[in-house]
């Protein structure tokens, strides 16, 4: 704290560089473009994980887009270093102590430098060759995807359609991830190894079939609408008792 013309101010109030208002549209525009990137880790890894044939075919396509959405995350990191806060009634300005706040923050440590980690450096072995499943540290970063939302209806017009299309949202991707899991639990089993799984003839199917099957399946199983073939294998019931319990 320092004195000029009589009056009291702290160091931190006075702008030092590039902030940024979390109050601004800018910032809201922002969240949207990484949520878009938290997103497409939630839904594409699973899926390039579960069906093979869907990470083969467009692997030059996924790698590209692995490492455009990394490039967001860094960027992130950056603004988040640089977005201001209300500290006693006043908007703290200084880089230097907003940088210092977050870099020695749980949110920084836990969720931002965790989920930037390259875990891709693991495709370099082998045994680990393009399995998309090692890029799942990028989850940590769904935080931001949840400020987004909240941001997004303290401000709509709308906001009951807007919780309606979030919850939408968030039971179609459990239905995705529970597909995903499914598909995986038959290729471990084997396809036609008894009537709960996939048939033998899956094999043979496009990805496009083997998905559009799955997600169907996996509909009915969560909505408990039930009209699926009863599990015969313990695994397979512990999977669909899971899925009741959801």
């Not at 907003?98 to 870099?103: E, G, T």
Request: hydrophobic letters at 45%; glycine letters at 4%; a neutral charge.
């Amino acid at each position: 704290m320092f004195t000029r013309n009589g009056s009291y101010y702290e160091k931190e109030f006075f702008s030092t560089g590039f902030v940024i208002d979390p109050q601004n549209y800018l910032y809201h525009y922002w969240l949207g473009i990484i949520s878009l990137a938290v997103a497409y880790n939630l839904l594409l890894i699973p899926a390039r994980h579960a069906f093979d044939d869907l990470n083969k075919n467009l692997r030059a396509v996924w790698i590209s887009l692995d490492y455009i959405f990394d490039i967001i995350y860094l960027i992130d990191i950056f603004l988040q270093s640089r977005t201001g806060y209300f500290s006693h009634g006043l908007f703290v300005r200084n880089h230097h102590v907003l940088s210092r706040k977050y870099f020695s923050s749980y949110q920084f440590y836990i969720r931002d430098l965790l989920s930037i980690v390259p875990t891709d450096l693991l495709y370099l072995n082998q045994r680990f060759r393009f399995m998309s499943i090692i890029r799942s540290n990028r989850f940590l970063r769904i935080h931001r995807l949840f400020e987004f939302q909240e941001l997004t209806e303290s401000r709509t017009r709308f906001p009951n359609t807007f919780r309606i299309g979030i919850l939408i949202c968030l039971t179609l991707t459990l239905i995705h991830w529970n597909c995903c899991a499914y598909f995986l639990i038959c290729q471990h089993l084997g396809f036609g190894s008894d009537e709960w799984v996939l048939p033998e003839s899956a094999h043979n199917e496009t990805v496009a079939m083997l998905y559009t099957y799955c997600f169907y399946w996996s509909t009915l199983l969560l909505s408990t609408i039930g009209d699926v073939p009863l599990p015969v294998k313990h695994s397979e019931y512990i999977f669909v008792l899971f899925d009741f319990l959801i």
